[in-house]
T-cell receptor, first 116, second 111 residues
Framework: ETGVTQSPTHLIKTRGQQVTLRCSSQ?????VSWYQQALGQGPQFIFQ???????GRGNFPPRFSGLQFPNYSSELNVNALELDDSALYLC???????????????FGPGTRLTVL | GDSVTQMEGPVTLSEEAFLTINCTYT??????LFWYVQYPGEGLQLLLK?????DKGSNKGFEATYRKETTSFHLEKGSVQVSDSAVYFC??????????FGKGTRLHILP
């Protein structure tokens, strides 16, 4: 069974550019969540996708957007990059939700984005 | 809103010392509680979890007990090893399955 994978591993962009990060969910998982982890901080929830629809969003501006595909893989897009967007971006997948707040999320290794 | 507060690091211990990393939470209702570990250059790994009051999660010698009365979930290990050096995150999961993380505690174990 393949775990959660993310690509690319590292990425360097300049201010104002756009970036797309990719995530392949674990087999059997239909929910993908994205998190931003700034240096020295805990991960912050960006948004979650369930069956190709956004299912909740954290406190991030609209220039952070996403997609989920029929195979449940996902993309995170960030437009008009700012220096503060430099962070480790983590993707996590989870199986069909129980709705009781105990649905384990399995994390990928992350994509480290540096904005110059 | 929901939040998690954990002790600030870094925490430096000698090998075989006893470890405690404090974690308290604020939440509506009774969330599930987690400890995640992040080794250098890697993503997050679930270390242990507890889904209801008085549950004890355990894994790899680490333990944490869900204390509703003190809203705490402190991480403990009786004898740490150099290989335990990592960053540890306390987290809660809301009923809508969204995770709220603490800021993390960096642990250094000296041989």
């Amino acid at each position: 069974e393949t775990g959660v994978t993310q690509s690319p591993t590292h990425l360097i962009k300049t201010r104002g550019q756009q970036v797309t990060l990719r995530c392949s969910s674990q087999s059997g998982h239909n929910t993908v969540s994205w998190y931003q982890q700034a240096l020295g901080q805990g991960p912050q929830f960006i948004f979650q996708y369930y069956r190709e629809e956004e299912n909740g969003r954290g406190n991030f501006p609209p220039r952070f957007s996403g997609l989920q595909f029929p195979n449940y893989s996902s993309e995170l897009n960030v437009n008009a990059l700012e220096l503060d967007d430099s962070a480790l971006y983590l993707c996590a997948s989870s199986p069909p939700a129980s709705g009781r707040g105990n649905n384990e999320q399995f994390f990928g290794p992350g994509t480290r984005l540096t904005v110059l | 809103g929901d939040s998690v507060t954990q002790m600030e690091g870094p925490v430096t211990l000698s090998e075989e010392a006893f470890l405690t990393i404090n974690c308290t939470y604020t939440a509506t209702g009774y969330p599930s509680l987690f400890w995640y570990v992040q080794y250098p250059g890697e993503g997050l790994q679930l270390l242990l979890k507890a889904t209801k009051a008085d549950d004890k999660g355990s894994n790899k010698g680490f333990e944490a007990t869900y204390r509703k009365e003190t809203t705490s979930f402190h991480l403990e290990k009786g004898s740490v090893q150099v290989s335990d050096s990592a960053v540890y995150f306390c987290a809660l999961m809301r009923r809508d399955d969204k995770i709220i993380f603490g800021k993390g505690t960096r642990l250094h174990i000296l041989p």
